[in-house]
């Protein structure tokens, strides 16, 4: 038997807020990486609607090494009731970007090449906060590697991930 939507339950719903991303671009162009960093970090730049999108909050942030959090709930569930590989990949991708971006100086920015993801365990609401712990591995004037970590809020290893990415000047706005 098929349902129809007024047989799905109660409608849930989820309001995402987020400022003029061009705002935080122009933020950037004078600053380092890692200033440039902090600076969301300090909430003196806002986030880039992406972190909004799905929660994601820089909690650290060093040279060669940064940490993100994030809380999945329902929303960003899959069809068989788990968090989608989407959203563990998308905080592997942000938090490995900008581990390599804490490295760079100002005028130069970067764009990832590529990810290997490895999923080690399901994610669900009930898996608690994130944490997702990016660290370079090698850095470099054309390409820097990076390394990711994601834990549970039980502090099990749920992913881990390797990236590359291309180091550039910083184009023209």
Known sequence: MTDTPDQWGEERRKTVVWHDPMRTVAAGVSLSGLDFLRSIRDGATPPPPMAALFGMQVREVD???????????ESTYNPVGTVHGGLVCTLADSVAGCAVH?????????????????????????SGTLRAVGIVTKPGRRVAFASVEIFDGSQKLVATATSSCLVMERPSP
């Not at 040279?63 to 709930?73: N, T, W």
């Not at 760079?104 to 290997?116: Q, R």
Request: hydrophobic content about 40%.
């Open 102 to 126: 804490s490295t760079l100086e100002a005028g130069f920015v970067f764009t990832s090449i590529d990810i290997t993801v490895n999923y080690l365990r399901p994610v669900t609401s009930q």
């Open 63 to 73: 040279v060669g090494r940064v940490v993100f959090e994030c809380d999945p709930d």
